[in-house]
């Protein structure tokens, strides 16, 4: 374009023209035309605009679908419509993360009610002849709703854990869920899964424990006991469970020290583990983080985590955690 009028000015089809110069730079495209003491710009301008790539025409099919019907409209229109059309689709998704969001704060609100009246709700669950049967007798007994129930009535989980562990559990579960669903993974009910049975073997004394992981993970054998529930999960998950899913089954058994080069779905059951509400403390930043990106929130969730147990004097080292640290927080993946 430059080299055009610059032609214009060397052949002086227009008078006028003194001098044109390419000022075009990194902050964007840019022509300076220096014009004589008696040139007329208007005609100047007028005349690129027509003989140069200074204005260009083409034509376009302003065909559009408004409000289910074929329109032809001018570029202003068409505009309007689309503005309205994103108007519409940020009020439709903001609508539906609302409702999901609201379905979640019912469901936890169900959790802590029945945490608090655990005893009662497993006594219930007991009794039941099945799970259609548990969901109808916990509503009728304690005013749950169904979405409530059916996150309450699970007769086999509760057998294993009771208490504020199965409301932990039941959250671990619908946040897994939530963060696997968010970072579209293709089977996110797997998070669902292995955050509900994550826990499974902490009702387990030591001795227990050790006796299984002395036959079922012997490399683990003398692993500190706060660490032990891990193995024994993915135990009880394969055994009592039907679990033979390595994804999920990974995702139970490092869960609680990490390992180096964890599977995505790993690196969500350790983060919902960690900051799951029900531990009472104020983890929205981190939770708000692995929706967005579960990598990125798993490295902010592991910082965090070493962090507060240095604090606490509680930091303690297994191969499985070190590693896991020394390889993430490295800067490794």
């Not at 609508?95 to 999901?100: A, E, G, L, T």
């Not at 005013?143 to 699970?154: L, N, P, R």
């Not at 009702?203 to 079922?216: F, M």
Request: proline residues 3%; charged residues 30%.
């Amino acid at each position: 374009m430059v080299k055009a009028i610059d032609k214009i000015r060397h052949d002086k089809t227009i008078p006028g023209i003194d001098e044109v110069r390419d000022e075009t730079d990194k902050d964007g495209l840019r022509i300076a035309i220096d014009l004589k003491d008696d040139a007329k710009p208007e005609a100047i301008l007028a005349y690129l605009m027509q003989k140069t790539a200074l204005q260009t025409n083409y034509s376009a099919n302003m065909m559009a679908i408004v409000d289910g019907h074929p329109r032809s409209m001018d570029l202003l229109t068409y505009c309007d419509c689309y503005i309205q059309h994103q108007l519409d689709v940020i009020t439709r998704r903001s609508h539906f993360r609302y409702q999901k969001d609201e379905a979640r704060l019912s469901i936890v609100n169900g959790l802590i009610k029945a945490a608090s009246i655990i005893n009662e709700v497993i006594a219930v669950i007991r009794a039941s002849k099945d799970k259609a049967d548990s969901k109808v007798n916990l509503s009728a007994k304690y005013g749950f709703t169904e979405d409530q129930a059916e996150a309450i009535v699970m007769a086999k989980v509760a057998a294993f854990i009771s208490g504020k562990r199965l409301a932990h559990s039941l959250s671990v579960a619908h946040l897994a869920y939530a963060i696997a669903q968010r970072n579209k993974f293709t089977y996110p009910d797997k998070a669902y899964i292995a955050g509900l049975l994550h826990d499974l073997g902490k009702h387990l004394s030591e001795e227990q424990s050790r006796d299984i992981v002395l036959e079922n993970d012997p490399d683990y054998k003398d692993y500190p006991s706060w660490c032990l529930h891990q193995f024994t999960g993915a135990y009880l998950a394969e055994k009592e469970f039907g679990i033979t899913d390595e994804t999920i089954l990974d995702a139970i058994r490092y869960h609680c020290t990490g390992k180096a080069h964890m599977p995505p779905l790993t690196k969500v059951i350790y983060s919902a583990d960690k900051i799951d509400p029900t531990r009472g403390y104020d983890s929205r930043k981190m939770i708000d983080a692995c929706l967005k990106n579960y990598y990125v929130g798993f490295l902010k969730v592991l910082k965090e985590n070493e962090a507060f147990l240095k604090k606490e004097g509680e930091l303690e080292s297994t191969p499985l955690s070190d590693e896991c640290r020394d390889l993430y927080l490295g800067g490794g993946k």
